[in-house]
């Protein structure tokens, strides 16, 4: 039978170490809306604020509550969260 070797954990080295999401956060430049000041890491980001949210009325509605949102999206997240089990569908209000 061949011997194994033990190994000595507190020797070994982590993989690799990741940056806190916070702190590399703060390190990239930021694009801003001229109009109200929100601040988004990536341009698309701010180019959808800048289309559909930014001086707009929200856009669509919860068919099941009075929610009303700027991005399909967060209605769809909405009636996941606070409408379990139901149909997920949102009313366009435009």
Known sequence: MEETKDF???EEKPLGSRRRR???LRDIERHTCS????S???AWHLKRHTKFECG????VQCPYCAARMKQRGHVYRHIRQ???GQNVY???LN
Do not use: L
């Open 8 to 10: 000595d954990y507190e």
């Open 22 to 24: 916070g702190t590399a």
């Open 35 to 38: 109009r109200c000041s929100k």
């Open 40 to 42: 988004y890491i990536h």
């Open 56 to 59: 707009q009325e929200p856009r």
């Open 82 to 84: 606070c409408h379990r």
């Open 90 to 92: 949102v009313i366009d």
